[in-house]
């Protein structure tokens, strides 16, 4: 029994990697570049590519240019962190 459990748990922790790694591919290509150039010009530029790949992730958009413009995207432009300021750079 316990022999079970622990084959069912091993296959489904395989399983939910290989999905992990399938999402994650086809984030990089289009978030990495447009964070590259939102934040290409940010005195802190790890943090605001940090927090630009999560919100691009989320919202499949960068606004154009390296500040302002979020009004092409309104859910980059919506999202807010626990101190209610906005989150994406």
Same mark, same amino acid.
């Given at each position: 029994?316990?022999?079970?459990?622990?084959?069912?748990?091993?296959?489904?922790?395989?399983?939910?990697?290989?999905?992990?790694?399938?999402?994650?591919?086809?984030?990089? %290509?289009?978030?990495?570049s =447009?964070?590259?150039? #939102?934040?290409? =010009?940010a /005195?802190? @530029? @790890? #943090? &605001?590519?940090?927090?630009? /790949?999560?919100c &691009?992730?989320? &919202?499949? &958009?960068?606004?154009?240019?390296?500040y /302002?413009? @979020? %009004?092409?995207?309104?859910?980059? #432009?919506? @999202?807010?962190?626990?101190?209610?300021? %906005? =989150?994406?750079?």
């Amino acid at each position: 029994m316990k022999s079970w459990i622990a084959t069912m748990l091993l296959v489904t922790l395989i399983i939910g990697s290989a999905f992990l790694e399938s999402t994650e591919a086809t984030y990089p %290509s289009f978030c990495d570049s =447009k964070c590259g150039e #939102r934040c290409s =010009k940010a /005195g802190l @530029k @790890k #943090r &605001c590519i940090k927090y630009c /790949g999560i919100c &691009c992730a989320a &919202c499949n &958009c960068v606004p154009s240019g390296t500040y /302002g413009n @979020k %009004s092409e995207c309104p859910c980059y #432009r919506d @999202k807010l962190n626990s101190k209610g300021k %906005s =989150k994406c750079p």
